[in-house]
């Protein structure tokens, strides 16, 4: 299993690491899930090569989770089999820089083995600005272990998105990326990147966002702001998106609701989300009447593929299958470092 976008360890991800989890007839254990997580944080990396904290695993037993032969056996083992260090990437990113990210958390994986004593430490992969080979052959030139590719695997047919979307990541160059305000992360004021080509959608969030930091509250909107907001970014009525927000937060987390009627600042940034959900269904249906509109995460890597793919085969996205771009990325990019390897060879 993938883990993304984790801050801190849970009980949750603690618990599926260790079901399963028994020991060989030569004492050895036995896993049975397996982890890769991917991190940008060097202490969320270190969060998962380490076995769990205790104080999860007697939280597990005393529930009745898992037995304390099972906690004994995880306390000696990483959380996670695998790590991918995610540097600059599409939609939620920490803008990570892959020559200082990599190195760092290749380090902190060796430590940590050293001081637990396990034979090897956890393989340490790359994703984020990936979408060349020569992109490629540099990650394993830096020493990873593997690599992931994330962007370019919007733009092709397997990709669940509209046919619109894949039209517009096909057209988009390394520099049509611009950054908005995530909207599940709102409050915090964590940032996705997103296709900028074409669209008002990171123009329009980023300035919903900066109306949420001004003002605390519905009520406190100036009359022509309201009607900016409901003509040119939502298409409805204020009154008419909190209808559907709250129907929504009534069934789904009613505690969310009560706390946005306490505190009328977080029922501003409720309704000022909905715009974000919005434009995340207007592009996945490919709505071409609100195709400014469109919420496309996508990083920089998107761009140099469609430059590399111009002329050949993969122009056209129809013809990018996941399966065989990644093994085209794969073997040019063994090209290069077998010439590479090859140049250093020569007398």
Not at 69 to 81: G, Q, T, Y
Not at 229 to 255: G, N, S
Not at 271 to 286: D, E, H, S
């Amino acid at each position: 299993m993938e883990a993304a976008a984790y801050t801190e360890m849970t009980s949750s991800i603690v618990r599926y690491k260790v079901t399963g989890l028994s020991c060989g007839p030569d004492g050895s254990p036995v896993i049975g899930n397996r982890i890769v997580a991917k991190v940008s944080r060097l202490e969320v990396a270190e969060a998962f090569m380490r076995p769990p904290r205790m104080e999860i695993l007697r939280e597990l037993v005393n529930a009745g989770r898992i037995t304390p032969e099972v906690a004994a056996i995880a306390s000696r083992l990483p959380i996670a089999d695998d790590i991918c260090a995610e540097a600059d990437s599409g939609g939620h990113t920490d803008r990570r820089v892959a020559l200082v990210l990599l190195p760092s958390v290749k380090l902190l994986a060796k430590r940590i083995a050293t001081e637990h004593n396990w034979p090897l430490p956890p393989r340490v992969g790359l994703a984020g600005g990936l979408g060349t080979p020569s992109a490629i052959a540099a990650a394993f030139a830096m020493g990873a272990d593997f690599v992931v590719t994330g962007s370019i695997n919007q733009c092709t047919p397997e990709a669940g998105t509209s046919d619109g979307v894949k039209e517009l990541l096909a057209t988009v160059g390394p520099q049509d990326i611009d950054f908005a305000p995530a909207g599940d992360m709102f409050e915090i004021g964590a940032r996705v990147q997103c296709v900028r080509r074409g669209q008002l959608f990171t123009s329009r969030a980023n300035r919903l966002y900066e109306i949420w930091r001004q003002y605390d509250s519905l009520d406190s909107l100036p009359t022509n702001l309201v009607t900016q907001i409901e003509q040119q970014y939502l298409r409805k009525t204020i009154p008419e998106v909190w209808a559907e927000t709250e129907a929504y937060y009534r069934k789904a987390a009613p505690e969310v609701l009560a706390s946005a009627e306490r505190v009328q600042k977080q029922k501003l940034a409720m309704v000022f989300r909905w715009y974000w959900i919005n434009a995340n269904r207007l592009a996945m249906v490919g709505d071409e009447t609100r195709k400014a509109d469109w919420q496309v995460h996508s990083g920089p890597a998107m761009g140099a593929f469609n430059e590399w793919a111009r002329g050949g085969r993969f122009e056209d996205w129809r013809s990018r299958h996941v399966d065989t771009i990644a093994l085209a990325l794969m073997e040019e990019a063994a090209v290069i470092l077998t010439e590479l390897q090859q140049m250093g060879n020569t007398p």
